[in-house]
DNA sequence: CTGAAAGCGCTTACAG
DNA sequence: CTGAAAGCGCTTACAG
């Protein structure tokens, strides 16, 4: 492959002209610059990113860590990881994907070795043991997803509470007084997910403040598991006239499962959730939800860590982000 | 962060003895040896990345590049891109993700630049445009998906001819006789999706050899026109008593479709399908299908690539693979 | 069994 | 407006 050394010697100038040719350091008379960009373009040169990155201390590289736990249903990760390397690529970021068990060692191999300038850390959870190592590494990191301690690091997630606030102040507007929520998990609850009980008890709380009733279950993330307690939750409170439902597999499985029970929505029963746009347009799903961009998450965290990249150390004190939930109505809920 | 060089005087050595205490390329004392183990634990001491790289011509980083279209039914991507971190990471590489429109620029710029070792195509066309870039490349890669010309490159796939004439046999030898066949959406075939017309095409071909009816329509890959379509190809042809699904949407969206029309499976229909394991299980599918593996498809190429970067040209002449299809029986299909 | 030195391909002060 | 030189952190032949 051409070095630098290749296209100085084609152009008839010295490698540091190149260099400066290519960075934009430096005012090169017109004649020498055309030179230079022909020997490029004859070349094919792209600089060796190693020797750049020896040199600079900058690979230009972000590390995405994400864990991908077998029990866990799948398609909406790619939400994610597909905004956040898009706008990475915005920023003239690469992506490095990393889904090892041990998110912490591979956090540290990356960052000592100096592979990337930043981490995205995605599904964080309430003691994520991947913090510690992030809060000692020599190299700035973004959450997506709130550990119980935030101290130092800058966090962005959906604000979950006010979510859940907003659907059940949905319902209580049209009269329910008999809810049922089918929460994420027990996995997830167990694992540290907090906005799996951000949601909860902001529902449970609001409902409580209303003095609606609520029944909480959990629902399942494989089947045959989601649809069977999908029908135990609905027996276990016949008298319910809504449910609100925050698990990707149990929304997925419900048109199908409320079908072979011959209720009908919202006529039988008023049924409200939270999903990301596309997650919902995959499984057509038709249900008055809180559509969740992971895009606009993705882009609030890259830029934040791009400046904490760019500015070293002057970015300012860690922020924790809420972005707002969006109520989209489908008409999957009726006034009682 | 800690060098090679910190170590070095930490533990009383040369920084070539501390390299080769890394590598093993040399007999180390055991006192020596221990005081080098212990600089480094202290240290917490990972040898540069790039300094490493600029050295050996060896990144230990693989690209790993997506074509992802906004008009694409996404959830199956992530069934490649998991299984091709994973078993990377197993021969200890790492992958950079790269989701960029202009698929051949990026396969230059990361190739040129020295970034990775081997580079993974995944969704391969007719006429792809990276292929050009990949045999120019100075970096060796390999396809998941067949090319029209697929001269001098490694290429693994399902056998999606065999799996069509699979699930041919297996309706003919129950009776039927009057089939329809939803293929993948038109821009699938229009983009050159050779595993579109490999299915289609030996379906229509066995079919025609055993004297059954075939009627063939396009899936779509978004919602509504998903569900809107299938009633469309189910009215068109009343008489078929067996249809074929190669679409993952539409096969995602048949059960309602079906229910919706009053039609029971197998009784009124039978269908057959193909899709991967784990799609099939997100989705809930109860049909008999060939199941793919995109876990041994990537664990296939990924070998095959790596042995090709560490025998660096001895690997012998380029494969074409073809994986088996696997038929799971569901008792989606009845006798006629 | 160990060390001193060269060199990978860049960038950037220093010098003119 | 341009060049010669140092140095980033490694690995590995060369030498003992």
């Known amino acids: 492959m051409a070095t630098i050394g290749d296209v100085a010697r ?24 055309e030179r230079i960009d ?10 060796n990113a190693g020797a750049r990155a020896l040199k600079t201390s900058r690979t230009m590289v972000l590390a995405l860590l994400l864990r991908f736990h077998a029990d866990e249903f799948a398609p909406a990760m790619l939400e994610y990881v597909l905004p956040v390397t898009d706008v990475a690529r915005e920023h003239g970021y690469d992506i490095l994907l990393m889904t090892e068990e041990d998110g912490a060692a591979a956090l540290n191999r990356v ?6 300038d930043g981490v995205v850390l995605l599904d964080v959870t309430h003691a994520d043991p991947r913090l510690a190592a992030l809060r000692e590494a020599a190299r700035p990191g973004v959450l997506i997803g709130v550990p119980g301690d935030a101290a130092g690091l800058d966090v962005f997630d959906l604000d979950f509470g006010e979510a859940a606030r907003m659907l059940v102040d949905h319902l ?5 007084e ?5 929460t994420p998990p027990r996995h997830v609850f167990e694992r ?11 529902a449970v ?17 494989r089947q045959p598991a989601v649809t069977g307690t999908l029908h135990e939750i609905l027996d276990a409170r016949p008298e319910a006239t809504a449910v609100v439902v925050h698990n990707d597999a149990s929304i997925a499985a419900l048109p199908a499962v409320l079908h072979g029970r011959g209720v009908v929505v919202p006529r039988d029963l008023s049924v409200v959730s939270l999903y990301s746009k596309h997650f ?35 970015a300012g004190t860690p922020v924790v982000r809420f972005v707002d939930p969006d109520l989209v109505d489908r008409g999957s809920t009726a006034r009682r």
Chains 1, 2 share one sequence.
């Open 178 to 182: 008999d809810l049922v929520l089918v």
């Open 38 to 47: 022909a020997a490029i373009r004859s070349l094919g040169f792209t600089p």
């Open 192 to 202: 540290g997910g907090a906005y799996a009980w951000r949601f909860r008890d902001a």
């Open 172 to 176: 209580h507007q049209l009269g329910h």
């Open 111 to 116: 960052t000592r070795s100096g592979m990337v």
């Open 205 to 221: 709380e609001r409902a409580a403040r209303y003095g609606l009733r609520v029944t909480t279950h959990h629902g399942e993330s």
């Open 10 to 33: 084609a152009a008839g100038v010295s490698r540091s002209t190149v260099s400066y040719a290519l960075s934009g350091n430096r005012t090169i008379s017109r004649e020498t610059r």
């Open 280 to 314: 919902g347009e995959a499984f057509s799903l038709p249900y008055t939800a809180i559509e969740t961009s992971p895009d606009t998450l993705a882009r609030l965290a890259l830029e934040r860590l791009v400046k904490r990249i760019e500015l070293a150390g002057d």
